[in-house]
């Protein structure tokens, strides 16, 4: 877009004032493609390595997509559950979707009624 709009601004003959839009629609772009992010890890992945790092066997679990930083890097957030008829354990694991490394990790007992 921003060529196109160059070519407009030079063809129409525009007051040079016009390039600024050009250069806000190549910032864009270029911010555009710096948080292009191809994930290599999927909700399902990132709930076995969540299962790997908790302390307790792991009944089930719940992942969610988060963002992180400026350039927007993909993280899963998995909740993952004791493996009991009632839970009395829970952990909220950060996941990597790039690489897949745990960056966080939060385990509680679970109060139970």
Do not use: N
Not at 97 to 106: K, N
């Amino acid at each position: 877009m921003a060529a196109v709009c160059a070519l407009i601004v030079l063809t129409i003959d525009l007051p040079a004032m016009w390039f600024t839009g050009v250069g806000a629609l190549l910032v864009l772009a270029a911010y555009q493609f710096a948080g292009a992010w191809t994930m290599r890890v999927t909700d399902m992945e990132a709930i076995d390595i969540a299962s790997g790092a908790a302390s307790f066997i792991v009944g089930h679990g719940s992942a969610t997509l988060g963002y992180r930083g400026v350039l927007a890097k993909p993280i899963w957030q998995v909740l993952v559950f004791s493996d009991t008829p009632s839970p009395d354990r829970q952990a909220l694991v950060t996941v990597d979707a790039l690489s897949g490394d745990v960056t966080g990790r939060y385990e509680e007992a679970v109060a139970l009624p």
